[in-house]
């Protein structure tokens, strides 16, 4: 049978993982030098790819919806410690909705088999998730209920180059983190034996 509830050891990777993507969501308030346009360099991608990893799909994309529902209710956990029910109408909101798709996808292909070159499919395939929901997200915005003249979706999509660059190289790191996790935290597939 199916293990459906919730142990006390998911429950405290679960959180931990809440905890770590507002840490991520807010790195740049501790070091401010990384923003590219006034737009903040974060990891919460980083962070909700490896949720999905680590975690699984079910636990994972769990995980990043109670940061979500945290951050929406007020909780100051999204990038610039913002909160409430008015990011929903941020242009940069779609990247926070697609990181439940983002985990629960990127745990689905890490759980068909535990090695380095699935962890990076995982995580690219993730990345696309992220920009495919996150820059249309963004477009929109600016064009429909951000004031302002709007912009093309070439220039949506050119602005975001310097993030896309960062989150596909973190995702890289975080394939490898996560087996290295595995292997030496969580008693999972050896990496030897994965790769």
Do not use: C
Not at 126 to 141: D, E, K, M, S, T
Not at 172 to 191: D, N, Q, S
């Amino acid at each position: 049978m199916k293990q459906t509830r919730l142990s006390a050891y998911d429950i405290t990777l679960g959180s931990l993982f809440v905890a770590l993507m507002a840490v991520g969501a807010n790195i740049t308030a501790f070091m401010p030098f990384l923003q590219v346009m006034g737009v903040p360099l974060t990891l919460q991608t980083f962070f909700a790819i490896l949720a999905g990893l680590v975690l699984g799909s079910r636990l994972g994309s769990f995980s990043v919806l109670v940061y979500s529902i945290l951050g929406l209710i007020g909780a100051p956990i999204f990038a610039g410690f913002k909160g409430g029910v008015s990011t929903l109408l941020s242009p940069t909101f779609g990247f926070i909705l697609s990181f439940i798709i983002l985990a629960y996808v990127v745990g689905k292909i890490a759980e068909s088999k535990r090695n380095l070159p699935t962890y990076i499919t995982a995580a690219v395939v993730g990345i696309a998730i992220n920009y495919f929901i996150g820059v249309n997200h963004f477009y929109l915005a600016m064009n429909f209920w951000v004031g302002g003249e709007g912009i093309g979706l070439g220039l949506a999509w050119s602005s975001m180059i310097p993030f896309l660059i960062k989150d596909f190289a973190l995702s890289i790191g975080a394939a490898i983190f996560a087996l290295r996790l595995e292997r030496y935290l969580l008693h999972r597939t050896p990496l030897r034996q994965a790769a």
